[in-house]
């Protein structure tokens, strides 16, 4: 049985899909550590700019109040380590085609992403 010919349109998916599991599990940490920071910095951004047209006052957890120059060193900080996390995510994704691959843990977390659960157990042949 002669096996079926993959079309052009299926054989960039599948490649799309190979560069989006390759290295799944550490782009996914760097992800998890990156949405935060960035949604931090999204908020600070808003709560500043509310608080320069004075309808908004700026809290630290403690409650003490922040002068806009703490926000902004805030603000710098946050961006200055979302860019850091983004190049790492880069540099993840930019690795050459020939040293790309799918690990387990890759396949694991990719697959929990999905809302499916698969254990590590072999069963079978492959």
Not at 32 to 58: D, I, M, Q, T
Request: hydrophobic share 50%; proline share 2%; no cysteine.
């Amino acid at each position: 049985m002669a096996a079926p010919s993959v079309t052009q349109a299926e054989t960039r998916e599948l490649r799309r899909v190979f560069d989006f599991l390759a290295s799944f599990a550490p782009k996914q940490a760097l992800r998890h550590k990156l949405e935060p920071v960035r949604a931090r910095h999204a908020a600070l951004a808003s709560a500043l700019s509310g608080a320069a047209s004075g309808s908004l006052l700026l809290v630290d957890g403690a409650g003490a109040e922040l002068r806009a120059g703490d926000v902004e060193a805030e603000l710098l900080r946050l961006g200055e380590s979302a860019a850091a996390l983004q190049r790492r995510l880069d540099a993840l994704s930019a690795i050459n085609e020939d040293d790309k691959r799918i690990h387990a843990r890759d396949l694991q977390l990719a697959l929990a992403f999905l809302g499916k659960h698969a254990d590590k157990v072999r069963r079978g042949g492959v």
